[in-house]
């Protein structure tokens, strides 16, 4: 078995480390701290629609060669590494019996380095670091089955270390409100009297975590939302909204999950998951995106992961494209941990159901021991100092001789 788990992680390291991408474009960079700030909220959004318990996500993603995931810019290819860190806490307290208090933290720190490094970037000519950080107060109410956040987030740019980056504000701070009633939530991010982003969302997916049914046509209900984004486009608004489909196909292991974007070209990307449990603690992804780019079939981009508690492996697929910078033709590797609670159950963020968990009552109980004991005795004969056998009655009889009344608690020969 050792010697089995050592093979695979070597042919993972060959793998990775021979499997080199196409170039990231700059662009890709700059356009991170937009990604960043959205895939936190929702995130948060998903984990809202519980509203309590607690919820934990950190990750750290590397890439090991400077070959892998290369920089494309105006002086041509720059060889780099390409990194994201980030984690997600949430965590709540009850106020009385249908209320609950929450406080969450997001963060992301993620870009391209001319250097090797760890944890902290060399900050080399064409780096490009940014971060983001939300946070935020929720409250909920269990018994009106409604929740109500909000919070404020701050954008970073770390560094853009040479002239192929266009000027970026170094820090800007947004603010955001999320609201659920039901099945039903809206969220907003803002930038001063200005929109960035709107989203509705439509849960309509019976989920058992959540007081819902285990089966049924309700867990075959979609789950909808729909998010305008603020663009702009030579100095003039071109906003863009994007419709995404989530769809119980099968026991809630199976999913598909399509997403739209118009009006930039409609189909924008479509996954088939499977999770082996309902929990969503181990996943099975298999995904096709758009790249709006020319050629016919490269158009798009087909590719794969598997997720598993402690490590994610990606190929090509429609997340790290997203969120990884445009990321395709290599493997990523993310290192991470992910769970969620509420009271005693444990579940993998969006999940229907929580895991199965085996309990055993070990406590040593010496009252009831000492009860069921002297139960079991009681009419059992005993041995007094004389060597005789005395039976102890559990009631108290009453006779007649000779006007004299005798009860056989008294015990007798």
């Not at 983001?132 to 929720?138: D, L, V």
């Amino acid at each position: 078995m050792k010697n089995g788990l050592n093979k695979l992680f070597f042919l993972l390291a060959l793998v990775a480390g021979v499997a080199f991408a196409d170039p990231i474009p700059t662009e890709a960079l700059t356009q991170g701290g937009l990604v960043m700030r959205d895939r936190q909220l929702r995130d948060i959004g998903l984990v809202m629609r519980g509203g309590r318990g607690g919820f934990v996500d950190i990750g750290y993603t590397y890439t090991p060669s400077s070959e892998q995931l290369q920089l494309r810019s105006q002086y041509g290819v720059h060889n780099g590494y390409a990194f994201r860190h980030h984690y997600g806490i949430f965590g709540s307290w009850v106020l009385d019996s249908i209320s609950h208090f929450g406080f969450l933290t997001w963060f992301d720190r993620a870009g391209w380095d001319s250097q090797d490094f760890f944890f902290f970037p060399h900050y080399g000519k064409f780096a490009h670091i940014s971060s983001a950080f939300t946070w935020g107060f929720s409250y909920t109410n269990t018994k009106l089955d409604y929740t109500a956040a909000i919070g404020m987030q701050h954008q970073n740019l770390e560094l853009a270390g040479s002239r192929v980056y266009p000027n970026e504000s170094d820090s800007l701070l947004f603010y955001w409100a999320h609201a659920r009633f039901k099945n039903v939530s809206f969220q907003g991010s803002f930038y001063r009297g200005t929109f960035q982003t709107l989203r509705i969302s439509l849960d309509l997916e019976s989920r058992e975590l959540y007081g819902g049914t285990g089966s049924g046509f309700k867990t075959y209900l979609p789950n909808l939302n729909a998010t305008i984004y603020r663009r702009k486009t030579n100095g003039d608004d071109d906003n863009f909204i994007r419709l995404n489909w989530e769809q119980n196909l099968y026991k809630q292991i199976l999913y598909s999950d399509v997403t739209f974007d118009f009006p930039d070209g409609g189909f924008h990307s479509a996954i088939l998951k499977y999770y082996p449990d309902p929990s969503r603690m181990v996943a099975f992804e298999a995904s096709c995106l758009r790249r709006n780019e020319p050629g016919g079939s490269r158009d798009l981009l087909w590719g794969g992961a598997i997720d598993f508690l402690f490590i994610r492996l990606g190929y090509n697929s429609a997340f790290d494209y997203d969120n990884m910078f445009r990321a395709k033709g290599t493997l990523i590797a993310e290192i991470k941990f992910q769970i969620g609670s509420v009271e005693r159950n444990f579940f993998g963020r969006g999940a229907a159901k929580a895991a199965p968990m085996e309990t055993t009552q070990s406590r040593f109980d010496l009252k009831k021991f000492m009860k069921d004991r002297a139960e079991q005795n009681q009419g059992q004969p005993t041995i007094d100092a004389q060597g005789n056998k005395v039976i102890h009655a559990k009631g108290i009889r009453y006779e007649k001789a000779d006007a004299v009344e005798t009860t056989s608690s008294e015990g007798g020969n």
